[in-house]
């Protein structure tokens, strides 16, 4: 039986820039772990796979969420292909994070110069407002509201 979502991986071509951006979500760095061959890269398919892989945790998360990252060595060409933050196409979309205040926390990403991508929007009992994460990844405020 499938419980809840357990965590989600980006890969990143700097880790620092993106486990400062996601410390202002409340996630914190927990472990670090270097991958060099070996099991974890059999198992993702890729044998000679060199990385750094970071994972953060949510603070006070109830389910535990994390967010991993990782940064492979040597770092991939600096085109990305398309955008990320292009909704239209097929592949990864977005990561939702659920908010008690869409307001507040907007203004603290905005304080920390984050870029929001849309206006807020309600819609079937949520206020959403899509913001733009580390190397253009996209994510979206949620807050539930009304149920």
């Known amino acids: 039986m ?8 980006i890969a990143v071509a700097d880790a620092g820039p993106a486990i400062a951006f996601f410390a202002l ?5 927990e472990h670090v772990l270097t991958i060099d061959g070996g099991a974890p890269a ?3 398919g890729m044998p000679e796979m060199k990385a750094q ?7 006070g998360a109830n389910p535990r969420f994390e967010i991993q ?3 492979f060595t040597p770092t991939p060409g ?3 292909g398309l955008h990320p933050t292009n909704l239209r196409e097929r592949g990864f979309n977005h990561l939702a994070l659920r908010v008690d205040d869409l307001g507040a926390a907007a203004k603290h990403l905005e304080a920390n110069g984050v870029t929001m991508l ?3 929007l309600d819609y079937i009992s949520r206020k959403l407002r899509l913001f733009e994460g580390p190397e253009g990844i996209t ?3 949620v807050q539930w509201v009304g149920s």
């Not at 979500?25 to 760095?29: D, I, K, S, Y």
């Not at 892989?53 to 603070?59: G, N, S, Y």
């Open 25 to 29: 979500l409340g996630f914190r760095e």
């Open 42 to 44: 059999h198992y993702m």
């Open 69 to 71: 990252l990782l940064e």
């Open 78 to 80: 600096t085109d990305p």
């Open 118 to 120: 849309s206006e807020e």
């Open 139 to 141: 994510l979206e405020l």
């Open 2 to 9: 499938f419980l809840n979502v357990d965590h989600v991986t």
């Open 53 to 59: 892989h970071i994972t953060l945790a949510l603070e």
